[in-house]
């Protein structure tokens, strides 16, 4: 069932200590889906709520819910644990960790949630979930055949009925039903607008499979595959500016998403936009500094303790927090603060980096660390790595084609029947494979 979210008011469901439940994670979603001027009411709010003196178990399973939301998952799993250990804590702890694709973690949260109290019916929608995603599509749908009664009319049931049916190969017509459903239920379900969304696009119906792509972006979590394709059909459209958006959308989510970063280059460069690459370089790098856990420095008990207290677990977290911030947190002291300015100036940071209006300034400019490469196996090598055209990429990406041995089993016509595939792509595959001395199946 949907839930309305007229007059939902976003930053008093976040910052009071009012009942928090599920239907207050989906009117949360719901609203943001309705209003995409939400989205900086929730983040603001739940800025407000990490710098909090006090937080509680209760407070913990609210924050880390909302920062699900946002889709900083490594935050919200963190924020999780440390709640109150109940049905909502478990099931949203589980919702994280598949975004993350830590199937197994999934799976033992769900459990978790459902020994809570927490809708059994509805954890078992998700176990299904995952055991699709872990690639048993049969068991996935053993789950579902065992549901019975309101669940089955559910968009999510219909959703991963449909997917589940997609996975087996099964009947695409059955696919396309059940997506249809799931939007007639819930007219923002972002899996079923995605599901719907590819099949109008294999099927060549560009302008509903980009309406149907744009629908599914407006709900929160961001939805990855579709914010990627929206991403490339927008570059089709010569629209460069939306395209960088979605590839920024998705990367504020997963800054390591080496596909998404490299459209982001492209679509860049194609919109005429000027690009640095020194301080491109630079962004990589400071993005993963930030990123780094402060549970990786030696601190002492009372910095570690009142750090944990105040919800900061990277040294972006820290770069967020002025000096003032930290010191008003009980037991933070001077010799605690300058520990923790020691800890930043090791990496090239400060307390109040990231503060919004100091976001102008440049960022301290870091070393470049040389890449070190493996040795995994020819076959394992992802396609990015063939430094094939931009057009060529992104065909590979639309036929769901990863790795060099996924693309060898796949023939010169396979290539072709792709849309603006051409013969030039297809002698550029050639080109690449046979300098590792590879051919495409049947040459």
């Known amino acids: ?21 599920p239907a207050e994670v989906q009117g949360l979603a719901a609203a943001m889906a309705e209003d995409p001027s939400q989205f900086r ?45 109940g049905a909502l804590a478990h099931f949203y702890l589980g919702k994280c960790y598949v975004a993350v694709e830590q199937y197994d973690s999934a799976l033992e949260s769900f459990a978790a949630a459902k020994k809570a109290g927490y809708h059994a019916d509805e954890c078992a929608v998700a176990e299904a979930e995952v055991l699709r995603l872990k690639g048993d599509p049969a068991g996935a749908l053993a789950v579902l055949d065992k549901l019975s009664g309101a669940i089955e009319q559910t968009a999510e049931y219909l959703y991963q009925r449909g997917a589940i049916v997609a996975a087996l190969k099964a009947n695409p017509d059955e696919v396309i039903a059940l997506y249809e459903r799931a939007v007639q239920v819930d007219p923002h ?58 590839y920024q959308r998705i990367l504020e989510s997963y800054p390591d998403h080496r596909r998404a970063r490299l459209y ?18 630079r962004h990589d790098r400071l993005a993963q500094i930030l990123s780094t856990p402060v549970s990786n420095f030696e601190l002492s008990v009372r910095s570690r303790n009142c750090l944990q207290k105040m919800g900061i677990h990277t040294l972006g977290d820290l770069c967020r927090c002025s000096e003032q911030e930290l010191l008003a947190s009980k037991n933070f002291g001077e010799t605690s603060l300058s520990e923790i ?14 503060l919004p209006e100091r976001r102008g300034e440049p960022v301290p400019e870091e070393e470049e660390e040389p890449v070190e490469v493996g040795d995994e196996p020819i076959l394992s090598k992802s396609v990015m790595e063939l430094n094939l055209s931009v057009r060529a990429r992104k065909c590979l990406a639309r036929l769901g084609i990863n790795t060099v041995g996924e693309l060898i089993r796949k023939t010169g016509d396979d290539l072709l029947e792709c849309k603006n595939f051409g013969v030039t792509s297809l002698n550029e595959v050639r080109e690449r494979l046979r300098d590792l001395g590879l051919k495409l199946r049947g040459e």
């Open 1 to 21: 069932m949907m839930v309305e979210s007229t007059a939902f008011d976003v930053r008093q469901t976040v910052l009071s200590n009012a009942f928090f439940g």
């Open 341 to 354: 300015k020691d800890m930043l100036a090791s990496k090239g940071l400060r307390l109040g980096q990231l």
């Open 264 to 281: 982001l280059k492209d679509a860049q460069a194609a919109g005429n936009m000027v690009v640095d690459e020194d301080s491109a370089r």
């Open 189 to 246: 379900h972002p899996g079923a607008l995605f599901g719907l969304a590819v099949e109008s696009d294999r099927r060549g119906n560009d302008d509903e499979a980009l309406q149907l792509y744009e629908r599914c972006v407006s709900r929160f979590p961001p939805h990855l595959g579709a914010l990627l394709n929206l991403g490339v059909m927008y570059e089709d459209r010569e629209d460069y500016e939306k395209a960088v958006k979605c």
């Open 41 to 85: 009411q929730l983040r603001d709010a739940v800025g407000e709520l990490e710098l909090r003196d006090e937080q509680t178990p209760a407070s913990n399973v609210r924050l880390g819910c909302c920062l699900y939301l946002l889709g900083r998952y490594p935050q919200a799993i963190a924020a999780l644990k440390r709640g109150d250990g």
